[in-house]
């Protein structure tokens, strides 16, 4: 599958490559930056190989998924951004992770934000939805400038989270 590449203002949305597998296990052992993300553990790097491997599979079967986002000014790898459904999940999700040096840029919002929409044109689904730990503000904040709002809270493989909502009606 050739994954899309999409573009903000200031962002590439690409496919992963091999040139990510660094900064991306760098990321991943960041204990800030994985402190609301699954359990909130960090990864070794053969753990963030696997994850990333996962991510790019997601590709091929579902014909969507994650990208890694790279600023267009420095070409520096940003985070992983896009949609996410594995097995078992409770709807199409939007996700962000971004390297805690581009936090608080609204990087996540933008990419977010493109995610969403390309979401809505490709999936066919009807709603996007997140899951964010309750004191993930930061998270939260995104979620709701991209226009979801909190439906419910449930635990989802032992976390207990928050169901964030948008519905492809109310981007029309």
């Known amino acids: ?12 949305l690409r496919g992963f490559n091999e040139q990510d597998v660094e900064p991306y296990a760098q990321m ?14 960090t990864l070794s790097s053969e753990e963030s190989w696997r994850g990333l491997a996962m991510l790019i599979g997601h590709w091929e ?9 790279e600023e267009k000014l420095s070409g520096q790898f940003v985070g992983r951004v896009g949609l996410y459904n594995p097995e078992g999940w409770p709807g199409i999700e939007v996700g962000w ?9 609204g990087y996540a ?8 929409q390309w979401g809505f044109e490709n999936t066919g689904a ?8 309750p004191e993930n503000t ?20 032992g976390v207990n989270a928050n169901l964030y909502s948008l519905n492809k009606q109310s981007t029309k």
């Open 138 to 157: 930061a998270s939260i904040n995104v979620s709701e400038r991209i226009g979801q709002r909190f439906s419910k809270a449930i635990t989802i493989k």
């Open 61 to 69: 079967l579902r014909r969507f998924g994650m990208w890694a986002v």
């Open 28 to 41: 991943c052992a960041d204990p800030e930056v994985m402190k609301y993300i699954g359990t909130g553990q």
């Open 126 to 133: 009807d709603a996007l939805i997140s899951l964010i730990i």
């Open 1 to 12: 599958m050739i994954i899309p590449t999409l573009e903000t203002d200031r962002l590439i």
């Open 109 to 116: 919002t933008e990419a977010a934000h493109r995610s969403v």
């Open 97 to 105: 992770a971004l390297a805690r040096e581009y936090w608080g840029k």
